[in-house]
């Protein structure tokens, strides 16, 4: 497949889908690259800052990010009130920053992005395949469980539920979307009913007739204009 033009895949996934794990496997099996947190030091990088400058506003929306400001805003009694840090840079910014990079890497290199909105920072990119991979609510509180050695079902629950609302509000306050849209993406999966192997079978053997087409000299159509 070295021969043939680079060709991106994005995940986008529900926390404890499995997604990040089908992207990694994916990667691998290809030979692809796999990016999700080079992604942020690339663009520190561009930014002329340092990585965790940034990790407070990666993949979070600006309502989030100021409420987090304004949890450290006040410090302990003992302390007295606390200055929050400098902002190195706005939210949009950020992704702005990232969406380049992420095209970048995409006309250089066959890749698997993982999340940061890759489906649509590369949307006008017609050699880009765009996944999403859910699960149902209790499929998922047992892998959070089993990942994170929790014991209580609550906690992951709280964990999902509040990842859930950050991916959600990051992806509307940056793209105008909605995150769990099927129309976002050419192809999703429920790993409660197909297993995450099969997911990465069934994927290798899309991205190869993909990266068929695109050596015939023929575009993969973009989801643009599925978009607002």
């Not at 692809?32 to 929306?61: M, N, Q």
């Not at 990119?125 to 991979?133: D, I």
């Not at 609550?154 to 609302?165: G, N």
Request: some cysteine.
């Amino acid at each position: 497949m070295e021969n043939r033009p680079p060709m991106t895949v994005t995940v986008s996934r529900q926390m404890g889908s499995g997604g990040t794990y089908i992207g990694y496997l994916l990667a691998r099996e290809l030979g692809f690259r796999y990016l999700d947190r080079e992604i942020l030091k690339e663009a520190a990088r561009h930014l002329g800052t340092g990585v965790s400058w940034l990790e407070p506003y990666d993949e979070k929306s600006p309502g989030i990010v100021e409420n987090i400001i304004r949890a450290f805003s006040f410090g302990t009694p003992e302390m007295g009130p606390a200055m929050p840090p400098p902002l190195p840079v706005y939210e949009k910014d950020l992704f702005a920053t990232e969406c380049k990079v992420m095209n970048e890497i995409a006309v250089k290199h066959s890749a698997v992005i993982v999340g940061r909105g890759g489906f649509w920072a590369l949307r006008d990119r017609p050699g880009t395949l765009n996944v999403y991979v859910h699960a149902p609510q209790e499929m998922r509180i047992q892998r959070i469980q089993r990942v994170w050695k929790i014991s209580g079902s609550d906690r992951a629950r709280e964990m999902i539920k509040e990842s859930d609302r950050r991916r959600a509000a990051f992806v509307r306050d940056m793209t105008g979307l909605r995150w769990s849209d099927a129309r976002n993406y050419h192809i999703t999966f429920d790993t409660g009913l197909i297993d995450l192997s099969s997911c990465v079978s069934a994927l290798v053997r899309i991205v190869d007739k993909v990266t068929q087409r695109l050596d015939s000299g023929n575009d993969v159509p973009s989801l643009a204009d599925n978009l607002p």
